[in-house]
């Protein structure tokens, strides 16, 4: 089982201007647990267009936020333009003001610079993610978390996960 | 990202649901227009039955149970990530 230490830092400027190292654990705790991904067209929509003369669309680079609140991973929907999708799937999705239907879009998310191996999913809710502050493409959902192992190491400030 | 694209298959997929429910309840079908193009056992091999069938062309996976799962990300509903569903 491969095995991925995310370990989280970051840098701030004091009040004297000069930078300041934050704690791990800050991070983690300020943050969330996120990792660095790439969202690519499923492995078989990347071999049908080669088959058609065709080079796959470059993936997507971004970051993923690992949300355990979340019943199905999502992805931008910008990205899913991006990378020429067509839906594979429709759900009900539940907002604010009661539920709506969403597409859902066959992905492959890589883990650039890691050890783990990517992983494919058929039906990734599309959402729109790209309003927010953070640079998230992907939500981890527990459809996803169902396939690994992980592990949350809030006074370290690291996430430990096993696929 | 208009979810009427599929809307010819998930009204038949709904038409349907009884009788297929009947025949394969929990797997996931594959459907395109107003047809069914058999049973998997799981999304990814409902997806690789659609690639092989109909190439890049849009076509519904969905999974045969009485009642679909109202899926839930608070982190959006609630704003936040500052996002929006």
């Given amino acids: 089982m491969p095995l991925f230490e995310m370990q989280y830092g970051a840098k701030t400027q004091g009040a004297d201007g000069k930078p300041q190292v934050v704690p791990p654990a800050a991070v983690l705790q300020h943050v969330g647990p996120f990792l660095q991904v790439a969202v690519a ?8 267009l080669i088959t058609q003369g065709q080079q796959p669309p470059e993936a997507v680079t971004g970051l993923a936020l690992i949300d355990t609140g979340a019943s199905i991973t999502a992805v931008d929907e910008a990205v899913c ?3 020429g999708l067509t839906p ?11 539920s709506e239907q969403r597409n859902c879009y066959s992905i492959q998310i890589l883990f ?9 999913i058929p039906l990734a809710a599309s959402c729109n993610l790209g309003g927010g502050t953070q640079p998230y493409i992907v939500l981890f959902g527990r459809n996803l978390l169902a396939r690994l192992k992980m592990v949350y190491n809030g006074p370290r400030g690291r996430i430990e996960i096993a696929f | 990202m208009n979810p009427q694209e599929l809307q010819t298959e998930v009204a038949y997929f709904n038409e349907h649901r009884n009788e297929f429910l009947a025949i394969a309840p ?17 999304d990814e091999q409902a997806y690789t039955a659609g690639v092989e069938l109909f190439g890049l062309q849009p076509f519904l996976i969905k999974e045969v149970v009485l009642q679909d799962q109202i899926h839930e990300i608070p982190a959006l509903y609630l704003g936040l990530i500052n996002a929006s569903v």
């Fill in chain 1, 41 to 48: 067209v499923h492995p078989q929509h990347a071999e049908r």
């Fill in chain 1, 81 to 83: 333009r991006k990378l």
């Fill in chain 1, 88 to 98: 594979t799937g429709v759900i009900p999705m539940s907002h604010a003001g009661g």
């Fill in chain 1, 112 to 120: 650039p610079g890691s050890p783990l191996p990517s992983v494919t």
């Fill in chain 2, 26 to 42: 929990g797997k996931f079908v594959l459907i395109k227009g107003q047809e069914q193009h058999g049973f998997y056992d799981d």
